[in-house]
Nanobody
Framework: QVQLVESGGGLVQPGGSLRLSCAAS????????MGWFRQAPGKEREFVAT????????YYTDSVKGRFTISRDNAKNTLYLQMNSLKPEDTALYYC?????????????????WGQGTQVTVSS
């Protein structure tokens, strides 16, 4: 069993920054791909970014490329999402997810555990 706990969300003005963290339990964190997803009110959950087990490979949805950076610290069992130049359309509940294997290509990423989410609100 794996537990994922997100933190770092909040209210920020457009153009601001936030850093989300996802703390994972268990000793096998470093063996799996990880990802960030988000769900805005009235919309389906969508992919934001994924990262390979060693942090070298990453993918981003087009709308966040150049603004968001996904990273991980396997020694600390922690996944991060640095979000810069935030826009109102980034407002959503952000979830981290553990992959069932090391496949991090978005179309093939298979989440098997989810966190409870952290709210990000971008508003002036």
């Amino acid at each position: 069993q794996v537990q994922l706990v997100e933190s770092g969300g909040g209210l920020v003005q457009p153009g601001g920054s936030l850093r989300l963290s996802c703390a994972a339990s268990g000793r096998t964190f470093g063996a799996y791909a990880m990802g960030w997803f988000r769900q805005a009110p009235g919309k389906e959950r969508e992919f934001v970014a994924t990262i390979s087990w060693n942090g070298i490979g990453t993918y981003y949805t087009d709308s966040v490329k150049g603004r968001f950076t996904i990273s991980r610290d396997n020694a600390k069992n922690t996944l991060y999402l640095q979000m810069n130049s935030l826009k109102p359309e980034d407002t959503a509940l952000y979830y981290c997810a553990k992959g069932a294997n090391n496949v991090y290509r978005p179309a093939l990423f298979e989440p098997d555990f989810w966190g409870q989410g952290t709210q990000v609100t971008v508003s002036s």
